[in-house]
């Protein structure tokens, strides 16, 4: 831990503080300080003491967590579910709690004890400030991350939209319904699945990546917030990607002679029985005329016709029509636009409403032929809007630089 100080992280922090602190009277402050401890040291009893550090807040605490980030979802859950028992004699204690992933620097404090400085443990404060007593927030940040560690972590949290603290700065929360049972049980219904081919190579690539944006937090810290962002995001979205798994492998159109085999085979031609020899011994005579046909009969097979493109049931065409079937589809398939984004520092990428990326590291995103609504978003500016027309084929740029 000595040799860490000074160093910029990306970590879990956890935020609470215990409801009307100040109001109580210094007997009962006193009383929850012993009693929020308690809690506390058993919450904290399986993580280890490198992977975190406590910073008494005077109200509360703050838990900066530097290993797995479910460690401060479970710590977090343990505390509300402790509280929910039945308590010792004397005042409730009431605590909220929010929690946040984001960019805090190590550092020694005027005792020379480790402390953190930051924006993680501040967002995680903000996000603490919107939550009612006993209800766990997180930030989207932390929620993103958590969301890509196991397929059923998802659904142990509900979106509640997005709040505004009182430095005009938008956070999009989520609150936590799970419970530390049911943290458990999806760990091990869903444990962590080995990547795809590729997929290492993909989190080596996005680890190189966090690890440049940490190096840049000490030297550009004006732009900490925005990188820090970016690589979070960046990371999540690319181990969804990673832990997906691969798609199965199409099997190959049929060749000719199969498709030829698939077609429907005319019915056969009745066979003729052969003529008996003539023993009788008179020269032969010239042969008949052949009588005609006789009048098509139900009973008789009916002459196959050739098959129409809207009777046919077969799902494998004839080979002959393969390449109108082709040329159908193509046509109906209009060529993509492309946009091209260039923003400063960085900007989250709204189209028609739906977010598509952080920029950078996006770059390029397909349009569909239409007109499209394109907002870019920053926390600490106003939103950039603007009404695009996506022609096929076409590549519209758009270049915006948020600044004060």
């Not at 210094?26 to 975190?52: C, G, H, M, Y």
């Not at 159908?328 to 990428?349: C, K, M, R, Y």
Request: with cysteine; hydrophobic share 40%; glycine share 6%.
């Amino acid at each position: 831990m000595q040799t860490a100080i000074n160093r910029t992280f990306i970590c879990s922090v956890v935020f609470l503080d215990i409801v009307e602190y100040s109001r109580k009277p210094v007997a009962e402050q006193i009383f929850f300080k012993e009693r929020l401890n308690t809690l506390l040291t058993e919450a904290l009893a399986s993580v280890a003491p490198n992977d975190r550090i406590i910073l008494d807040t005077g109200d509360g605490a703050a838990l900066s967590f530097l290993g797995d980030p479910e460690d401060a979802l479970y710590v977090s859950l343990a505390l509300r579910e402790a509280l929910q028992l039945p308590q010792p004699p004397g005042p409730e204690l009431k605590i909220r709690l929010g929690i946040n992933l984001g960019p805090v620097r190590l550092v020694k404090d005027i005792n020379g004890q480790p402390n953190i400085i930051g924006d993680g443990i501040n967002v995680a404060q903000r996000v603490m400030g919107f939550s009612e007593p006993g209800q766990i927030l997180v930030s989207r940040s932390f929620y993103e991350v958590v969301s890509c560690l196991s397929e059923g972590y998802g659904r142990l949290f509900r979106y509640e939209g997005a709040r505004t603290d009182k430095h005009v700065r938008e956070h999009e929360i989520y609150t936590a319904l799970a419970t530390t049972a049911s943290l458990q049980r999806t760990t091990a219904a869903s444990p962590r699945t080995r990547l795809p081919a590729g997929g290492a190579e993909v989190l080596g690539k996005l680890t190189q990546t966090a690890a440049v944006v940490t190096d840049n937090l000490r030297r550009k810290p004006r732009l900490g917030t925005g990188l820090a962002v970016a690589a979070i995001l960046s990371v999540a979205v690319g181990l969804r990607l990673a832990r997906q798994p691969a798609a199965a492998p199409v099997p190959p159109p049929p060749s000719p002679p199969q498709r030829a085999a698939a077609a429907p085979a005319p019915a056969p031609a009745r066979a003729v029985p052969p003529a008996k020899p003539d023993t009788s011994g008179t020269p032969a005579a010239a042969p008949a005329k052949p009588a005609p046909p006789p009048a098509r009969t139900s009973a008789a097979p009916a002459k196959p016709k050739p098959a129409t493109r809207a009777a046919r049931t077969s799902p494998v065409p004839l080979a002959d029509e393969e390449p109108l079937a082709e040329a159908e589809t193509v046509a109906s398939a209009p060529a993509a636009a492309t946009l091209s984004l260039a923003i400063s520092p960085w900007g989250e990428v709204h189209i028609d409403g739906r977010l598509r990326g952080v920029s950078p590291p996006l770059r390029d995103i397909e349009l569909t032929p239409g007109r499209h609504r394109v907002e870019i978003r920053n926390a600490n500016f106003p939103p950039h809007v603007e009404i695009v027309d996506a022609k096929a084929g076409g590549r519209i740029r758009i270049r915006h630089k948020f600044q004060n």
